[in-house]
């Protein structure tokens, strides 16, 4: 395994990690389903997480059965009032809703001189990083327009890595999605699960929330690791 002192930078997914934009996520795509005649459910929800807008539609046009019904400019027509309505709840966003102990770490992240990185799978997310004032923290965020693949693909992870000039063995990887772990793993990068350990059984460690995931603690999970091997 990787040592802590090989480590110089950070890549973080946005929903999840930084911030909870799942729920708005959620609220804007469920006015969709109504109007598809999709039946909502909290694993249709879930599905959403962390794969691309056209994407997504493409799930609830299939729960209504609908997924040959609509024309292309139908499609992009659905997929941009969903957009509007997330935006429309995305710039509710302030401060407080970043995620617990997620300012401090980035605070002392750039204190310690490290390069920090977005690998989020939304477009929207120079604007959401924007309300929740930590944007000067991330002048590094990977354009998901640019991606062939979505997650769990690595090709973002890589990307993020060279974005900030390092190679990924050189980063940490830090997501809430098992899709997402799966993607930072294959890039060859220290993976840090939020969440629950089971779903996230591939990370190299598993944090339950936000709260606990701190520079230290990672130090003393690579450092731990590092002395097993030994
Ligand atoms: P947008 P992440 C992902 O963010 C969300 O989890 C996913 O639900 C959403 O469809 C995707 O961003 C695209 O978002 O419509 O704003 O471009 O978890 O990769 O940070
Ligand atoms: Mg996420």
Known sequence: MTSFSDIKGFVFDLDGVITDTARFHSLAWRKVADKVGAHWTAGLAERL???SRMESLDIILQAAGKQDAYTEDEKVALATSKNAEYLRLVDTLTPDDILPGI????QSLDDGGYKLAIASASKNAPRVLQN???SQYFPNIVDP???KH?????????KAAE???LKPEQCVGVEDAAAGVQGIKAAGEVAVGIGDADVLKQADMVFP????LTLSNV???MDKDVSAVK
């Open 145 to 147: 327009s640019t991606l």
């Open 49 to 51: 997480k962390g794969i």
């Open 103 to 106: 300012a401090d770490l980035v």
């Open 209 to 212: 929330s936000t709260a606990e």
């Open 219 to 221: 130090k003393a999970h």
């Open 163 to 165: 974005s900030i000039g």
């Open 150 to 158: 979505g997650k769990p693909d690595p090709e973002i992870f890589i």
């Open 132 to 134: 929740l004032g930590i």
